[in-house]
């Protein structure tokens, strides 16, 4: 079974930070597109940043632009998630999903989910509230 475990979140006033990380379970990175995703209630899961599995690309929800960076560790097989200046709309539960770089690109991973190679772990809830 491929999943991630998620950890790092909580509860953060507006304008401030949080770094979530998300630990591979069951294979490597290596070969893998790799996407932060976030669950508010009641709605779906969307995208919110993916990275190639080079590393040369990256595809950003267009309200996480400036403030959310993605980066991963493949020696430590792990996935970051840098959050700065957050913002109360970002609150949700955060997961991480990987898909096989050979058949999806990062914006159909991100966008539409294609080719997501691992299940939905137990998530990282984020909070931003005053």
């Known amino acids: 079974q491929l999943q991630f475990v998620e950890s790092g979140g909580g509860l953060v006033q507006p304008g401030g930070s949080l770094r979530l990380s998300c630990a591979a379970s069951?294979?490597?990175?290596?070969?893998?597109?790799i996407g932060w995703f976030r669950q508010a209630p009641g709605k779906e899961h969307e995208g919110v940043l993916c990275?190639?599995?080079?590393?040369?690309?990256?595809y950003y929800r267009d309200s996480v632009k400036g403030r959310f960076t993605i980066s991963r560790d493949n020696a430590k097989n792990t996935v970051y998630l840098q959050m700065n200046s957050l913002k109360p709309e970002d609150t949700a539960v955060y997961y991480c999903?990987?898909?096989?770089?050979?058949?999806?690109?990062?914006?159909?991973?991100?966008?539409?989910?294609?080719?997501?190679?691992?299940?939905w772990g137990q998530g990282t809830q984020v909070t931003v509230s005053s």
């Open positions: 990275i190639s599995d080079t590393d040369d690309m990256t």
């Open positions: 999903a990987a898909a096989s770089a050979s058949l999806a690109t990062i914006q159909a991973m991100c966008v539409m989910k294609i080719g997501l190679a691992t299940d």
């Open positions: 069951g294979f490597t990175l290596d070969g893998y597109n």
